[in-house]
């Protein structure tokens, strides 16, 4: 379910206007008497929590591991399903770099082979996981993100 996107503003003719009735505690009550030509959406708790939920799962990189072991097939393309708690159909994830800081150079360029492999074969989300197809199986386990998750 997308985040609603129609909101409007409260539109009038001149200024706005209000009623001062007096409360019995000797406060007032100042019900809104303005004649709108358009009504305007509310937007609250339940808005902006919806909103940065989204932001927060834009943001969020779900780290993880292909093993060498788990692909599956005899021929090309191969396959291999993991766990990914919270993914869903709808997701769009993007795959990007999980390489550990300071990395050494033969760990870089074996990293970046088997990210090569992995991120020129297709990737889809299920209901908590995801599946991997490649072409060529990656020599080592590697360690990926999936941003969006």
């Not at 009504?39 to 939920?53: L, M, Q, V, Y």
């Not at 090569?116 to 990656?138: C, R």
Request: charged share 20%.
């Amino acid at each position: 379910m997308g985040l609603k996107t129609d909101y409007k503003d409260a539109m009038f003719d001149g200024q706005r206007r209000y009623r001062l009735i007096p409360n019995e505690d000797g406060t007032y009550s100042l019900p809104d008497e303005t004649a709108y030509t358009q009504k305007g959406d509310k937007f609250g708790a339940n808005d902006i929590n919806a909103t940065n939920r989204a932001i927060n799962q834009i943001n969020h990189v779900a780290e993880v591991t292909l093993t060498v072991a788990d692909w599956n097939g005899s021929a090309a393309p191969y396959t291999q399903t993991i766990p990914v708690p919270g993914a869903t159909e709808d997701m769009e994830a993007m795959v990007v770099s999980a390489l550990a800081d300071g990395a050494t150079e033969t760990v870089q360029k074996s990293y970046s082979k088997a990210f090569g492999i992995v991120t020129s074969g297709t990737a889809s989300l299920g209901e908590g996981t995801a599946t991997f197809k490649v072409y060529k199986k990656p020599e080592t386990d590697i360690s990926i993100g999936l941003k969006g998750v």
